[in-house]
Structures are given as C-alpha cells and as structure tokens.
C-alpha cells in the first residue's frame, strides 16, 4: 500500500541556513500535531540537523550499508530483496526516538566526492521508513545531487531555501527545474532566509517560485548556535520558528 507519509524535503545552496529551517520545521510539526509520528532525517554529509536538534549519532544509515556489504562474504552477491530485508530490521536500530520525534543520519559516504552508492540506498530507506510515520522531514545536501539521483522521487512538498542573494535563488530555480523532471511533488515553494531587511524584498527574483516566509536574521539563533543549544527550544517568537511556522502554514501542513 501506498505510504500516506507527507514527505517534506529541504534543498538550497550551501549556507544558507537549510538545517536552521529543517530543525524549526521539526519543532513546527511537534508543537502542532503531538499525536503524530513525525521523522527527521539528517541527508546532508555535513551532519548538521543532529547538532541543531540535540541529538547523539552514533550509528548512520551508512554504517548499515558497510555492515551488510561485509556480511556478503567472498563477493557473492545477495539477492537485492534480502539485502533489503536485513536493512529493513537494522534501520530501525539507527533511529533515535526524542521529544516527539525520531531522527536518523544518512552519514559520510564510504569515499569523498562519491555520493552514487548512498545515494541509492537513502533512495530506499526513504521509502521503508516514510510507510512508518505520518511526517518526514529531510534535511537534504547542499545543490542538486540528490535531487539528480531521484533519491527524494516520492517528495510530497518541496521546500526551497535561499538567502537574500541571485545565487541563491538561482540555484533554487535550477533545483525546481530538475525537481519537475524528475520528482512527483504535489506542492513547491521556497523560503527567503537571513534576509538584512523587509526593504530587500522587492528587489528578490525568485523566478516564479511562491514564496512561503521570509526570515530575517535571527539573533536567537545566532546565540544558541554560539552556545550549542537546540533549535527545538528556541522562544516561540523567534523570527526562524516564526518563517518556520508560516511556511507550513502556507502549505497547509499545520492548522
């Protein structure tokens, strides 16, 4: 059967406050529907949405993939649903359930600049854990990769995030127009984040993308980033819980 999950994933360029955003997104769908069961997944290599929500990684997705790749002894290869069926019971080891919500990390790639193989396995994971929960939230890398990999195919709401610069949201426009290709999607928009000043707004392109919330820049969270707090225990005033809020608000996420 088909999974019911609302998958919402993340995208942008590096540094722009993605994971930020990710985490209140979190905190968002915690506060408001605490009777549902709600998913993070930290997707980018940089491992930063566990920092932002406080939680100890100690074992990633691909600490599971290496796991089961050594078990097949002597190169022989295990049928793929096997392979699949001991992921589905080891996945369930990696998830750290907190405050309402489960987390769990993608990791490192086994070498730099080689995103195929995990890539292909998060793809899969996506799949076997979203059937669990009724929100899941992903934390994707920077740029277009996994997005090219078709690992977030199943998105149901496409979050782009851009702060107030034409790379930005260029980048962000390159992102939706692979998205269209190649992700069923049922909603899109993006969200204009460490933006100086309301004055900047009418000079943003964001090239058709509707945009959700505009964030300004948060001394909140300049703090607890400084002081190694967590996002989800951030005022309820504070501009990116705010952005964070609005946004799902928009996308009628959450009442």
């Not at 549902?36 to 930063?48: N, S």
């Not at 290869?77 to 907190?98: H, M, N, Q, S, W």
């Not at 392109?205 to 225990?233: C, F, M, Q, S």
Request: proline share 3%; glycine share 8%; charged share 30%.
């Amino acid at each position: 059967m088909e999974s019911k999950a609302k998958i919402i994933a993340l995208a942008g360029k590096g540094g722009v406050g993605k994971t930020s955003v990710s985490a209140a997104i979190v905190r968002a769908l915690v506060k408001h529907h605490p009777d549902k069961k709600i998913l993070a997944i930290d997707a980018d290599p940089a491992v930063g949405l566990s920092t932002a929500l406080g939680i100890d990684v100690r074992l990633t997705i691909d600490d599971i993939r290496k796991e089961i790749v050594a078990s097949v002894e002597d190169g022989q290869t295990k049928a793929a649903i096997e392979l699949l069926g001991d992921a589905r019971y080891k996945l369930f080891d990696a998830l750290v359930e907190t405050d309402g919500f489960a987390f769990i990390a993608v990791g490192r790639p086994e070498s730099a600049g080689c995103y195929c193989k995990i890539n292909s396995y998060l793809k899969e994971v996506i799949s076997l854990l979203s059937g669990e929960f009724d929100y899941v939230v992903i934390d994707g890398e920077a740029g277009i990769e996994q997005i090219n990999r078709r690992v977030m195919e199943k998105v149901t709401h496409l979050l782009l995030v851009s702060d107030a610069s034409k790379k930005g949201t260029q980048v962000i426009n390159t992102i939706k127009g692979v998205a269209d290709e190649l992700v069923m999607y049922e909603k899109i928009g993006c969200i204009i984040n460490r933006l100086p000043g309301e004055e900047i707004i009418p000079y943003l392109d964001t090239h058709g993308i509707p945009v959700l919330a505009y964030i300004e820049n948060d001394p909140n969270l300049a703090i607890y980033d400084i002081e190694g707090k967590r996002i989800l225990d951030l005022p309820d005033d504070s501009r990116v819980v705010r952005g964070a809020e609005e946004a799902l608000r928009r996308l009628t996420l959450i009442d």
